[in-house]
């Protein structure tokens, strides 16, 4: 199987069908497609530039929401720290954080639960668009957030899988959430919350001892 790196925060196998002439027939086989992270930002990823086992990405909110029928939190900034165990986009996201939040006039707390997820990289079923799934890390429970506002709000919401979609071959390169989670503890809480947020992922660049600063930004 031929890997055909493309440019970007990920890269993908290209998907290519081989004719196999047999006398009276003939059948297809499909490439799977397959996501890679790259460091270059070139239109094919060069040989040997593919991220290596352990690499962190650092990715800082550029606008965040957490929107429901009984009102709107906003937070004005938030974090995410990947950390990838492969040649393939796939690994542990390990920090996730959300700062200076509110709902109207009141502060509040958004706190990630769970943690450490897992991600995985894929070509979504457009063949255009690539998405990268979060999910529960073995035994730690599934992707969860909990939201306290003032005296009275205090809810925790869970969704068994978030969607990120990866904007490639930007600079710089997003990360976009539209996630609906649903209530899973607390009393004045809206039955349903969804996630809405973009990133730029900021920890990418082409010198291999920037990326390592990944988590001393996380922590700054």
């Known amino acids: ?25 003939a059948m297809a086989v499909t490439e799977l497609e397959k996501v890679v992270w790259c460091l270059k930002r070139e239109q094919m990823c060069p040989a040997n530039q593919d991220f290596p086992a352990g690499t962190e990405l650092f990715a800082a909110a550029t606008s965040e929401e957490f929107l429901s029928n009984i009102g709107n939190v906003s937070c004005s900034s938030s974090e995410i720290l990947m ?5 393939l986009v ?17 502060k509040c707390a958004v706190t ?34 909990t939201v306290e506002c003032g005296a009275f709000v205090h809810c925790t919401y869970a ?11 930007f600079t710089p390169e997003r990360l976009s959430i539209l996630q609906e989670f649903i209530v899973s ?28 600063k990944c988590w001393e930004k996380m922590e700054s």
């Open 90 to 106: 796939h690994g542990n996201v390990t920090a996730l954080a959300f700062g200076e939040c509110k709902l109207g006039e009141t």
């Open 185 to 212: 503890k607390g009393a004045v809480c809206a039955k349903n919350m969804t996630w809405h947020a973009t990133y730029n992922v900021e920890c990418r660049e082409e010198v291999a001892a920037e990326i390592k």
């Open 83 to 87: 950390t990838n165990t492969g040649l």
């Open 112 to 145: 990630a639960e769970h943690l450490e997820y897992l991600f995985k990289g894929e070509l979504k079923s457009d063949n255009s668009k690539y998405e990268i799934k979060v999910t529960e890390k073995g035994t730690n429970g599934a992707p969860q957030a």
């Open 159 to 169: 969704a068994n899988e978030v969607s990120i979609e990866a904007k490639l071959a």
């Open 1 to 25: 199987m031929r890997l055909i790196r493309v440019c970007g925060l990920a890269a993908v196998v290209v998907a290519t069908f081989m004719a196999i002439a047999e006398v009276g027939s």
